[in-house]
């Protein structure tokens, strides 16, 4: 049995949430990079060339990449062989908003979480959102995504029709992305969950955008509705030109024979993400 | 040669730009987003004073992450400008002369531009380390008990923007 203390883990996901605040994953770095050589139209190229110093200037000045911090969504995968001692604390869910709440505070990240009545502000810029997931025997890994709303409020979910086939389902990511416009910052990572339930395809989505469970069967189909979707000229920051979204990802869950949930999970181009295994 | 624009304004009625010009923004502006704008044109509706004096003024749809110690603000980057569009009208009404914020608008607020002799800024999404560097001075000066959402007034020198929406209401992103 593995044993990992509550303050390693609170110390682990506080150190988790300001540095992806400010650090981008090196993927995203590349593919902004590659974009910004590509790309003809004048507009957007500028803003590229502005996002690749803004990058630079987050990282040497240890401020957020984004004022919009973002709403911390955790991925706990844990293994039957690992006991977590929680402490003081009544449950894990509980030592997780802890180191929380602590990055973001000495991260400087913005209290961006209300009361979604009310909307009064939690003022710690927590809780997140956990979702623990069964890992192998010894495995204990955290990803957390910190998921700018600006992109998050035109992602969209559809139950769509039985027959509506391979076709259907990629009228429906264009046309997301199509309404999304200029709005979620592009250039956009698009996360695509097919199938499950109402919630799992929900869940598959963001799981995609983290490159976390994505189905190789299907690296060609999302190349080409990435190219479609590049071809709609949005461009970056809505200013037009061939790079409307860096890149595209699919996961899929069997579903039911009456239906074809499908749920697309928009990112802007500040696509902040990481993982730590313990 | 790029336009640098005093706010507020007196007299300058952006006649010489269009949707698409680089400007640089100087002067004095005004930062609110979803909640504040609530406020703003309730406040509006009851008759009440405002709070700020926005004739001529400049309004920031922003809400900063925390300044680090000894610092003047933290990440200062736009938000989604359209969620802000029904918020708009009212408060060129009464004399505002410019938002700045990303993305794409309503129509309406285009109209509504061309009506009041209004530009809509653009600018840059997501580089809010990159925007700090032209704030000079930043306090809060209403609706604190919004954290970051609260009204702040902010002293800019040649922070960068384009012109989204001109006073004849054409539109960058229609282009």
């Not at chain 1, 509550?6 to 949430?17: A, H």
């Not at chain 1, 956009?188 to 919630?199: L, N, Q, Y």
């Not at chain 2, 989604?80 to 309503?106: C, F, I, N, V, W």
Request: glycine share 12%.
């Amino acid at each position: 049995m593995k044993k990992i203390s509550c303050s390693k883990i609170i110390e682990t996901v506080s150190l988790l949430v300001s540095e992806t605040s400010r650090v981008l994953p090196e993927e995203v770095k590349e593919l902004l990079k590659k974009s910004f050589f590509h790309e003809d139209n004048a507009l957007s190229r500028k803003y590229l060339g502005i996002i690749l110093e803004n990058i630079e200037i987050a990282e040497k000045e240890k401020v957020p990449v984004c004022q919009d911090t973002g709403l911390a969504v955790f991925f706990v995968r844990q293994g039957a062989g690992v006991i977590v001692d929680t402490g003081e604390f009544p449950s894990l869910e509980d030592v997780i908003n802890e180191g929380l709440r602590i990055g973001s505070r000495k991260g400087y990240l913005r209290n961006s979480v209300v009361d979604p009545v009310d909307r009064s502000n939690t003022k710690d810029n927590g809780p997140g959102i956990i979702h623990f997931l069964e890992g192998r025997k010894e495995e204990f890994e955290i990803s957390l995504i910190a998921k700018g709303f600006g992109s998050e409020n035109t992602s969209a979910l559809r139950m769509m029709s039985p027959t509506a086939g391979k076709e259907g389902v990629e009228c429906f990511i264009v046309d997301t992305v199509r309404n999304a416009g200029s709005l979620p910052c592009p250039p956009i990572f698009v996360g695509v969950g097919i199938g499950g339930s109402f919630e799992k395809a929900a869940l598959l989505s963001k799981s995609a955008l983290c490159n976390m469970g994505r189905d190789s069967r299907y690296r060609d189909w999302e190349r080409q509705v990435l190219e479609k979707i590049n071809g709609l000229g949005i461009g970056a920051g809505g200013f037009g030109g061939r790079t409307t979204a860096l890149d595209l990802r699919i996961e899929t869950f069997p579903t039911h024979i009456a239906g074809l949930p499908v749920a697309v999970n928009i990112s802007c181009w500040a696509h902040r993400h990481g993982s730590v295994r313990l | 040669m790029k336009r640098n624009i005093i706010f507020p304004v007196k007299n300058y009625k952006f006649e010489d730009l269009a949707a698409g010009d680089e400007v640089t923004i100087s002067g004095s502006i005004y930062v609110a987003r979803d909640a504040a704008h609530k406020n703003l044109v309730r406040a509006i509706e009851e008759g009440e004073k405002l709070p700020v004096q926005i004739e001529g003024g400049l309004i920031y749809y922003m809400g900063p992450s925390p300044a680090p110690e000894g610092q003047i603000i933290g990440s200062c980057g736009p938000t989604t400008s359209s969620r802000m569009d029904r918020y708009t009208l009212p408060l060129l009404e009464l004399g505002l002369k410019a938002t700045m914020g990303k993305g794409g608008r309503d129509s309406e607020v285009a109209s509504a531009c061309r009506k009041f002799g209004a530009i809509y800024l653009v600018t840059y999404g997501g580089c809010g380390a990159y925007l700090r560097k032209f704030v000079k001075k930043s306090e809060v000066i209403a609706y604190p008990e919004l954290g970051p959402e609260a009204v702040y007034k902010l002293d800019v020198k040649d922070f960068p923007a384009l012109v989204g929406i001109d006073i004849k209401g054409n539109n960058l992103y229609n282009k």
